[in-house]
């Protein structure tokens, strides 16, 4: 089955510096690669996605980068500020057009812990 | 996006108890999953939750320990048996309203066996 490591596991930055948070996966039939930020006591949400058909997105201050050939995808914070402090998560699966019997379901990273100094 | 209501929020139970959590959506939805989280620890996928059949389990997970109902496309069940202290943990409904479309996440049960 699929394996995501990710890397690293806590980062502190300065606020207003950039973070990045680095995924690797095992299965390359893997199309599709959420991010999530779990504030504490709070439910994983999505922050941004990319599909495999797709090398960058961008949204605002968060990008994500997919290198299909090298099986690793990293999110970018630029201009970080503390309510960026949390934990995010990055995950891959299965997607249309390639959907098996159980698509859809999430292979998460171990996650890293992001702490935005003031 | 999908509302998901997810209960009981947390609770303390005795081992060698069950526990049944419930995941409400407020529409229709293609996929619903449950996890686990344990404390400090990343999301892992106990199974798929098929409606009208059973459940697909995830390698370390079977159906004695985690039952899971679906009986219509809004509505699932998790049920944790005979628990253990090892089964405190947050327990978390994930759904997918179509099959191109993002997984939401419940704001899940935390539950301690003592």
């Known amino acids: 089955g699929e394996n995501v490591e990710q890397h690293p596991s806590t980062l502190s930055v300065q606020e207003g510096d950039s973070a990045v948070i680095k995924c690797t996966y095992s299965?390359?039939?893997?199309?599709?690669f959420p991010w999530y930020k779990q504030e504490l006591g709070k439910r994983p949400q999505l922050i941004i996605d990319?599909?495999?058909?797709?090398g960058e997105k961008k949204d605002q201050r968060i990008a994500v980068t997919l290198n299909k050939t090298a099986k690793h995808f990293s999110l970018h914070i630029t201009e970080t500020q503390p309510e960026d402090s949390a934990v995010y998560f990055c995950?891959?699966?299965?997607?249309?057009?390639?959907?098996?019997?159980?698509?859809?379901?999430?292979?998460f990273g171990g996650g890293t812990r992001v702490l935005v100094k003031p | 996006s999908a509302v998901i209501s997810q209960k009981p929020s947390r609770d303390i139970c005795q081992r060698g108890t069950s526990l049944t959590i419930q995941c409400q959506v407020d529409s229709q939805v293609t996929m619903m999953f449950w996890y686990r989280q344990q404390p400090g620890q990343s999301l892992t996928l106990i199974a798929t939750a098929n409606q009208g059949s059973e459940a697909t389990y995830e390698s370390g997970f079977v159906i004695d320990k985690f039952p899971i109902s679906r009986p219509n496309l809004t509505f699932s069940t998790l049920t944790v048996s005979n628990m253990s202290p090892e089964d405190s943990s947050i327990y978390l409904c994930s759904v997918v309203a179509r099959l191109d479309t993002e997984a939401f996440f419940g704001q899940g049960t935390r539950l301690t066996v003592v």
């Open positions: 995950a891959a699966s299965l997607a249309p057009p390639l959907l098996k019997a159980a698509g859809n379901k999430l292979t």
């Open positions: 990319i599909r495999s058909n797709v």
């Open positions: 299965d390359s039939a893997s199309n599709y």
